[in-house]
């Protein structure tokens, strides 16, 4: 895996899971970025709210 998602699961310490067979590499795909995606809508969300409170 590269690029981006790479990076991420570096970020997320998922990089050390290991997926031994299709199943399990299609739920850590599933589950990395779905877990990217969550923590960028919150510091988006975030981000709306500290800017309602300045």
Known sequence: MEG???NQKQH?????IKAR????ETLLLFF???TA???I???RQMAR???KVA
């Open 49 to 51: 709210d500290m800017k």
């Open 4 to 6: 981006s998602f790479g």
């Open 21 to 24: 067979n299709m199943f399990s």
């Open 41 to 43: 809508l919150a510091a």
């Open 12 to 16: 997320y310490a998922v990089g050390r």
């Open 37 to 39: 995606n969550a923590a």
């Open 32 to 34: 990395g970025i779905h």
